[in-house]
Protein backbone atom coordinates (compact mmCIF):
# COMPACT_ATOMS: atom_id res chain seq x y z
CA UNK A 1 0.00 0.00 0.00
CA UNK A 2 1.01 3.70 -0.72
CA UNK A 3 2.87 5.18 1.97
CA UNK A 4 0.73 7.97 3.24
CA UNK A 5 1.97 10.89 5.42
CA UNK A 6 -0.03 11.95 8.78
CA UNK A 7 0.88 15.47 7.47
CA UNK A 8 -1.37 15.08 4.02
CA UNK A 9 -3.94 17.94 4.21
CA UNK A 10 -6.54 14.41 3.73
CA UNK A 11 -4.56 12.39 5.85
CA UNK A 12 -7.43 10.80 7.31
CA UNK A 13 -9.78 10.66 4.01
CA UNK A 14 -7.05 8.93 2.15
CA UNK A 15 -6.73 6.33 5.44
CA UNK A 16 -10.67 5.42 4.65
CA UNK A 17 -10.16 4.83 0.85
CA UNK A 18 -6.97 2.94 1.22
CA UNK A 19 -8.62 0.68 3.74
CA UNK A 20 -11.97 0.60 1.11
CA UNK A 21 -9.53 -0.38 -2.06
CA UNK A 22 -8.54 -3.27 0.63
CA UNK A 23 -11.69 -4.37 1.59
CA UNK A 24 -12.49 -4.18 -2.54
CA UNK A 25 -9.40 -6.70 -3.20
CA UNK A 26 -10.42 -9.24 -0.30
CA UNK A 27 -14.13 -9.22 -2.19
CA UNK A 28 -15.95 -7.26 0.79
CA UNK A 29 -16.69 -4.46 -1.18
CA UNK A 30 -17.76 -4.30 -4.74
CA UNK A 31 -16.84 -1.61 -7.35
CA UNK A 32 -20.38 0.05 -6.97
CA UNK A 33 -19.44 0.50 -3.16
CA UNK A 34 -15.96 2.53 -4.78
CA UNK A 35 -18.44 5.01 -6.93
CA UNK A 36 -20.88 5.25 -3.77
CA UNK A 37 -17.81 6.43 -1.44
CA UNK A 38 -16.65 8.57 -4.02
CA UNK A 39 -19.60 10.53 -4.19
CA UNK A 40 -20.14 10.74 -0.54
CA UNK A 41 -16.54 12.44 -0.46
CA UNK A 42 -17.67 15.30 -2.40
CA UNK A 43 -20.61 15.91 -0.11
CA UNK A 44 -18.25 15.94 2.56
CA UNK A 45 -15.42 17.94 1.21
CA UNK A 46 -18.56 20.69 1.05
CA UNK A 47 -19.54 20.53 4.51
CA UNK A 48 -15.17 20.88 5.33
CA UNK A 49 -14.73 16.83 6.58
CA UNK A 50 -16.49 18.41 9.29
CA UNK A 51 -19.98 17.53 11.65
CA UNK A 52 -22.22 20.33 11.26
CA UNK A 53 -24.14 21.73 14.00
CA UNK A 54 -27.41 20.01 12.76
CA UNK A 55 -25.82 16.98 12.35
CA UNK A 56 -24.24 16.94 16.12
CA UNK A 57 -28.34 17.43 16.79
CA UNK A 58 -29.36 14.18 15.14
CA UNK A 59 -26.56 12.06 16.02
CA UNK A 60 -27.58 13.19 19.50
CA UNK A 61 -31.34 12.23 19.13
CA UNK A 62 -30.23 8.56 16.97
CA UNK A 63 -28.33 7.91 20.75
CA UNK A 64 -31.73 8.77 22.80
CA UNK A 65 -33.89 6.27 20.49
CA UNK A 66 -31.21 3.91 20.34
CA UNK A 67 -31.33 3.78 24.25
CA UNK A 68 -35.30 3.72 24.25
CA UNK A 69 -35.54 1.24 21.37
CA UNK A 70 -36.90 -2.44 22.88
CA UNK A 71 -35.14 -4.14 19.23
CA UNK A 72 -32.33 -2.19 17.79
CA UNK A 73 -30.93 -2.98 14.74
CA UNK A 74 -27.68 -1.52 12.74
CA UNK A 75 -27.60 -2.87 9.60
CA UNK A 76 -23.99 -3.71 7.80
CA UNK A 77 -23.58 -3.51 4.35
CA UNK A 78 -20.28 -3.81 2.97
CA UNK A 79 -18.56 -0.63 3.09
CA UNK A 80 -19.65 -0.16 6.48
CA UNK A 81 -17.60 -3.14 7.34
CA UNK A 82 -14.69 -1.84 5.40
CA UNK A 83 -14.82 1.03 7.17
CA UNK A 84 -16.30 1.12 10.49
CA UNK A 85 -16.29 -2.62 11.71
CA UNK A 86 -14.25 -1.00 14.93
CA UNK A 87 -16.43 1.71 15.30
CA UNK A 88 -19.79 -0.53 15.28
CA UNK A 89 -18.38 -2.89 17.78
CA UNK A 90 -17.79 0.17 20.52
CA UNK A 91 -21.42 1.61 19.35
CA UNK A 92 -22.38 -2.32 20.79
CA UNK A 93 -20.37 -2.43 23.84
CA UNK A 94 -22.14 0.89 24.99
CA UNK A 95 -25.49 -0.46 23.80
CA UNK A 96 -25.55 -4.18 24.64
CA UNK A 97 -28.75 -4.76 22.85
CA UNK A 98 -28.13 -3.62 20.08
CA UNK A 99 -28.67 -6.19 16.84
CA UNK A 100 -25.92 -6.35 14.05
CA UNK A 101 -27.20 -7.70 10.64
CA UNK A 102 -25.67 -7.84 7.43
CA UNK A 103 -27.76 -6.92 4.30
CA UNK A 104 -26.09 -6.37 1.18
CA UNK A 105 -27.69 -5.31 -2.48
CA UNK A 106 -25.05 -7.44 -4.13
CA UNK A 107 -25.68 -10.79 -1.96
CA UNK A 108 -23.28 -13.88 -2.63
CA UNK A 109 -22.81 -16.26 0.60
CA UNK A 110 -19.00 -15.23 0.12
CA UNK A 111 -19.33 -11.49 0.46
CA UNK A 112 -21.83 -12.35 3.45
CA UNK A 113 -19.60 -14.58 5.00
CA UNK A 114 -17.15 -12.17 4.47
CA UNK A 115 -18.53 -9.03 6.15
CA UNK A 116 -19.82 -11.29 9.13
CA UNK A 117 -16.19 -12.49 9.44
CA UNK A 118 -15.02 -8.84 9.13
CA UNK A 119 -17.43 -7.69 11.73
CA UNK A 120 -16.48 -10.43 14.36
CA UNK A 121 -13.18 -9.83 13.87
CA UNK A 122 -13.34 -6.06 15.50
CA UNK A 123 -15.20 -7.63 18.41
CA UNK A 124 -18.93 -7.12 17.11
CA UNK A 125 -20.98 -10.50 18.79
CA UNK A 126 -24.25 -12.28 17.57
CA UNK A 127 -23.81 -11.10 14.01
CA UNK A 128 -27.17 -11.88 12.12
CA UNK A 129 -28.13 -11.84 8.58
CA UNK A 130 -25.58 -15.41 7.32
CA UNK A 131 -29.62 -17.13 7.12
CA UNK A 132 -32.45 -14.81 6.39
CA UNK A 133 -35.55 -16.15 7.20
CA UNK A 134 -37.71 -13.22 6.22
CA UNK A 135 -38.48 -11.42 3.14
CA UNK A 136 -39.53 -7.33 3.16
CA UNK A 137 -42.49 -7.35 1.15
CA UNK A 138 -42.19 -5.03 -1.94
CA UNK A 139 -38.83 -5.28 -2.14
CA UNK A 140 -37.43 -6.84 -5.43
CA UNK A 141 -33.51 -7.23 -4.77
CA UNK A 142 -31.87 -8.44 -2.26
CA UNK A 143 -31.79 -6.21 0.29
CA UNK A 144 -35.46 -7.62 1.10
CA UNK A 145 -33.44 -10.70 2.48
CA UNK A 146 -32.97 -10.41 6.35
CA UNK A 147 -33.39 -11.85 10.00
CA UNK A 148 -36.37 -12.78 12.04
CA UNK A 149 -34.38 -12.19 14.71
CA UNK A 150 -32.83 -8.91 13.68
CA UNK A 151 -34.04 -6.01 11.09
CA UNK A 152 -37.92 -8.09 10.72
CA UNK A 153 -38.71 -7.87 14.49
CA UNK A 154 -36.82 -4.51 14.81
CA UNK A 155 -38.37 -1.36 16.39
CA UNK A 156 -35.60 0.57 15.33
CA UNK A 157 -33.00 -0.19 12.32
CA UNK A 158 -30.09 2.44 11.98
CA UNK A 159 -28.95 2.07 8.12
CA UNK A 160 -25.83 3.84 7.01
CA UNK A 161 -24.69 3.96 3.90
CA UNK A 162 -27.88 2.13 2.64
CA UNK A 163 -30.56 2.85 -0.66
CA UNK A 164 -33.77 4.28 -0.70
CA UNK A 165 -36.15 1.36 -1.16
CA UNK A 166 -35.00 -0.22 1.93
CA UNK A 167 -35.69 2.78 4.21
CA UNK A 168 -39.33 3.41 2.76
CA UNK A 169 -39.97 -0.20 2.93
CA UNK A 170 -39.00 0.02 6.28
CA UNK A 171 -41.14 2.51 7.26
CA UNK A 172 -43.58 1.17 5.25
CA UNK A 173 -43.97 -1.66 8.07
CA UNK A 174 -43.92 1.09 10.93
CA UNK A 175 -40.56 0.45 12.01
CA UNK A 176 -38.54 4.04 12.94
CA UNK A 177 -35.57 4.36 10.19
CA UNK A 178 -32.42 6.25 11.53
CA UNK A 179 -30.18 6.69 8.06
CA UNK A 180 -26.35 7.98 7.68
CA UNK A 181 -25.88 9.24 4.43
CA UNK A 182 -23.18 12.29 3.29
CA UNK A 183 -25.92 12.82 0.82
CA UNK A 184 -28.70 15.20 1.79
CA UNK A 185 -30.21 14.72 -1.80
CA UNK A 186 -30.76 10.75 -1.47
CA UNK A 187 -34.06 9.31 -0.82
CA UNK A 188 -32.58 7.48 1.82
CA UNK A 189 -32.64 10.68 3.49
CA UNK A 190 -35.61 11.95 2.36
CA UNK A 191 -37.58 8.89 3.18
CA UNK A 192 -35.75 8.27 7.08
CA UNK A 193 -37.51 9.27 10.15
CA UNK A 194 -34.01 10.70 11.29
CA UNK A 195 -31.46 11.49 8.78
CA UNK A 196 -27.60 11.88 9.88
CA UNK A 197 -25.75 14.36 7.55
CA UNK A 198 -22.27 13.22 8.27
CA UNK A 199 -19.38 10.99 7.72
CA UNK A 200 -19.80 7.30 8.71
CA UNK A 201 -17.52 6.83 11.36
CA UNK A 202 -17.12 10.24 12.81
CA UNK A 203 -21.12 9.79 13.12
CA UNK A 204 -20.70 6.35 14.94
CA UNK A 205 -18.11 7.76 17.46
CA UNK A 206 -20.27 10.89 18.03
CA UNK A 207 -23.32 8.56 18.70
CA UNK A 208 -21.75 6.31 20.92
CA UNK A 209 -19.99 9.04 22.73
CA UNK A 210 -23.54 10.31 23.83
CA UNK A 211 -24.53 6.92 24.35
CA UNK A 212 -22.07 6.63 27.26
CA UNK A 213 -22.64 10.13 28.44
CA UNK A 214 -26.46 9.51 28.94
CA UNK A 215 -27.49 8.47 32.24
CA UNK A 216 -31.00 6.65 33.62
CA UNK A 217 -33.67 5.29 30.91
CA UNK A 218 -34.96 7.21 27.86
CA UNK A 219 -38.29 7.76 26.62
CA UNK A 220 -39.26 6.67 23.35
CA UNK A 221 -40.71 9.79 22.04
CA UNK A 222 -41.89 11.34 18.50
CA UNK A 223 -40.70 12.44 15.29
CA UNK A 224 -39.52 15.91 16.46
CA UNK A 225 -40.57 18.49 13.50
CA UNK A 226 -37.31 19.67 13.30
CA UNK A 227 -35.85 15.96 12.15
CA UNK A 228 -37.44 16.87 8.68
CA UNK A 229 -35.78 19.66 7.66
CA UNK A 230 -32.08 18.25 8.14
CA UNK A 231 -31.57 17.52 4.94
CA UNK A 232 -32.07 21.09 3.85
CA UNK A 233 -29.67 21.99 6.54
CA UNK A 234 -27.18 20.38 5.92
CA UNK A 235 -27.26 21.85 2.52
CA UNK A 236 -27.11 25.13 4.06
CA UNK A 237 -24.00 23.93 5.77
CA UNK A 238 -22.20 23.05 2.61
CA UNK A 239 -23.34 26.59 1.07
CA UNK A 240 -21.75 28.29 3.74
CA UNK A 241 -18.80 26.17 3.75
CA UNK A 242 -18.07 26.74 0.16
CA UNK A 243 -15.63 29.70 0.65
CA UNK A 244 -13.33 28.39 3.36
CA UNK A 245 -13.48 24.88 1.70
CA UNK A 246 -11.84 26.62 -1.43
CA UNK A 247 -9.68 28.79 0.48
CA UNK A 248 -8.37 25.55 2.33
CA UNK A 249 -7.98 23.89 -1.41
CA UNK A 250 -5.92 26.58 -2.53
CA UNK A 251 -3.52 26.84 0.61
CA UNK A 252 -3.01 23.15 0.68
CA UNK A 253 -2.57 22.66 -3.10
CA UNK A 254 0.58 20.47 -4.20
CA UNK A 255 1.80 18.31 -6.99
CA UNK A 256 0.10 14.68 -7.22
Known amino acids: MTHLSPRHPRYRSLRLRARLAAASDRGLVVPEGL ?3 GRAEAFDYLLGERTSPSA ?3 ERLAARWLKSARRPVLSVNGNVAALASREVA ?3 RALPNLRVEVNLFHRTPRRVAGVAAELEKAGVHGVLGRRPTRRIPGLPSDRALVDEEG ?3 A ?3 MIPLEDGDRALALRRRGQRVIAIDLNPLSRTARAADLAIIDELTRALVAITAELRRSRGPARWRSVP ?3 SQLPEQALRAMRRATPAVRAKGRAGARPR
Request: contains cysteine; positive net charge; glycine residues 0%.
Open 35 to 37: IAQ
Open 56 to 58: RRA
Open 90 to 92: ALQ
Open 151 to 153: IWS
Open 155 to 157: DLC
Open 225 to 227: TWA
